[in-house]
């Protein structure tokens, strides 16, 4: 069974511009959780979709938003780009509904760099 | 102050040596604890998890819970260079919450 993947492995922007990060959950997975990792602040949460809809919001800037397809894939997307902005950006994925937070399955991430 | 706070390390032991990792938190509404392992250039995988106080073992692993003292510890026993990655504590307080709040993470080097 394919894990989380998430596309690309590696990013180089600059600043300003946008992105556009993708996750492919698990398959039968429902529920996708978007994650920051950076050395300073380690991994801080972002949002969480289930069924297209946003159902929980991590404290970050409008700048940064997601969407969740019919087909459970997700994608996040970043604005006028910081060199804060420079992390790496991790997604899991869980089965839900009625699934504990033990059953959370993370991808390897998407190294993004902000010049 | 972070709600979890873990010390970064770096800890480097001898192979065979007991790894003692911990975290402390300020949360008091946390009752579902987590520890998961990073290898460089992968995502988080989960090794234990435990729910309010105690202690839970698999393995070579042992974690404990004080929630009196607000204070999460993993043990690693004959420790091997396999376990050489980054240790990541998180909780939360319900049960479906994927919220999770991390600590900073502990690297660890075994040494052979």
């Known amino acids: 069974k394919a894990g989380v993947t998430q596309t690309p492995r590696y990013l180089i922007k600059t600043r300003g511009q946008q992105v556009t990060l993708s996750c492919s959950p698990i398959s039968g997975h429902r529920s996708v959780s978007w994650y920051q990792q950076t050395p300073g602040q380690g991994l801080q949460f972002l949002f969480e979709?289930?069924?297209?809809?946003?159902?929980n919001k991590g404290n970050f800037p409008g700048r940064f938003s997601g969407r969740q397809f019919s087909n459970s894939r997700s994608e996040m997307n970043v604005s006028t780009l910081e060199l804060g902005d420079s992390a790496l950006y991790l997604c899991?994925?869980?089965?839900?509904?009625?699934?504990?937070?033990?059953?959370?399955?993370f991808g390897s991430g998407t190294q993004l760099s902000v010049l | 102050q972070k709600e979890v706070e873990q010390d970064p390390g770096p800890l480097s032991v001898p192979e065979g040596a007991i790894v003692s990792l911990n975290c402390t938190y300020s949360?008091?509404?946390?009752?579902?604890f987590m520890w998961y392992r990073q290898y460089s250039r992968k995502g988080p995988e989960l090794l234990m998890y435990t729910y309010s106080s105690g202690n839970k073992e698999d393995g070579r692993f042992t974690a404990q819970v004080d929630k009196s003292s607000k204070y999460i510890s993993l043990f690693i026993r004959d420790s091997q260079p396999s376990d050489s990655a980054t240790y990541l504590c998180a909780m939360s307080a319900a049960l479906n919450d994927y919220k999770l709040s991390f600590g900073a993470g502990t690297t660890v080097t075994v040494r052979a």
């Open positions: 949360n008091s509404a946390f009752q579902y």
């Open positions: 979709y289930f069924s297209e809809t946003q159902r």
């Open positions: 899991a994925s869980s089965k839900d509904p009625g699934t504990t937070n033990e059953k959370l399955f």
